[in-house]
């Protein structure tokens, strides 16, 4: 069951921010595909701003080891490339393999 939330609760930014966080740690289906891009895109940038790239890799090992290197990059690359993030996605693309 996805999340109801009501637009009159959401009044400013730090409302709307939280509302997404709190979307993204529910329990949602494993193959509900926006909400995996999201959370995908959502992490990149959680660690990214905690801890770079190495913390992204060992956030996202267990994806890692499934998917293969070049295709969580690649989903990665994708997603970010969805939301207009294309210099990261750029970044990724090129470099994600080697990092």
Request: proline share 2%; no cysteine; hydrophobic share 35%.
């Amino acid at each position: 069951m996805k999340p109801k939330i009501k637009k009159a609760d959401l009044s400013n930014h730090v409302d709307i921010w939280n509302a997404v966080i709190n979307v993204l740690s529910g329990d949602f289906p494993e193959d509900d595909e926006i909400y995996k891009e999201a959370f995908m895109v959502y992490n990149y940038f959680s660690e990214m701003d905690s801890g770079g790239h190495e913390s992204l890799f060992n956030w996202g090992w267990e994806d890692i080891q499934e998917k293969g290197i070049s295709k969580y990059i690649s989903d990665l690359t994708a997603n970010l490339e969805k939301i207009g993030a294309n210099r990261y996605g750029r970044i990724m693309s090129a470099y994600g393999e080697e990092m």
